[in-house]
């Protein structure tokens, strides 16, 4: 999605495709940097799954506190983490998006599969709603670059809720343009199982970035 360079700290001058968005060059992911992102995802999962005694709890609280002391040196802005912008790790090496794998990036066509983990539990063994809406705006905006569109903002997005959708199943979300107008991009997305199951689908209005609009 990003173009590829040694170099993470320059900053591309903005144009009039892209508002008040500068775009950052990617800043690549090193080889550990997937295993690392796996396992804070694992750790996510354990933690909303576990009931820990609390003498054990207190030792893992210390070294929890001892690994956020290890990375805080090591903070940077925005733009310039392998997060969010490796897009052959799933979920872009982001603990932010659901870890899915993109599979088709091209046409304004985007497709993605992956699942529902144990972090994303709402009840009885179903994705919490709130889940479902994070993994269609994420793909609308794949979307909107995808159909070569201007840098856009999310109007509004709507989500149908058609079955209960399940954790840790495969799972494929297929999104496209549907049309524009001016500014405006409408899409929409399907999100199914295997056998092509109906779980959700959606539609939005993506609005592309006045110059210098943040």
Known sequence: MSEHTADSTEIVPEDETRGGFPQFRQTPAGPDFGRFVETMRRLQDLAVSTNVPDDVLAEIVVKAEE???????????????????????????????????????????????????????????????????????????????????????????????????????????????????????????????LDGKLLADGEALMIALLSGQP
Not at 130 to 159: C, E, K, N, Q
Request: without cysteine; aromatic residues 8%; hydrophobic residues 40%.
């Open 67 to 193: 690994l956020a002391d290890r990375l805080a040196p090591f903070e940077v802005p925005e733009g310039r983490s392998p997060a969010g912008s490796n897009i052959h790790l799933p979920g872009r090496g982001s603990l932010l998006m659901l870890p899915w794998m993109v599979e088709k990036f091209d046409d304004g066509v985007v497709r993605s599969t992956g699942m529902f983990r144990r972090y994303h539990l709402g009840g009885n063994g179903a994705a919490h709603g709130g889940t479902l809406p994070l993994l269609f705006d994420d793909i609308f905006g794949m979307v909107v670059h995808a159909g070569g569109r201007p840098i856009s903002r999310t109007g509004y997005l709507h989500i149908n809720y058609r079955a209960i959708t399940p954790l840790n199943t495969e799972l494929v979300i297929e999104g496209k343009v549907d049309r524009f107008e001016g500014r405006k991009t409408f899409v929409s997305a399907r999100l199914t199982d």
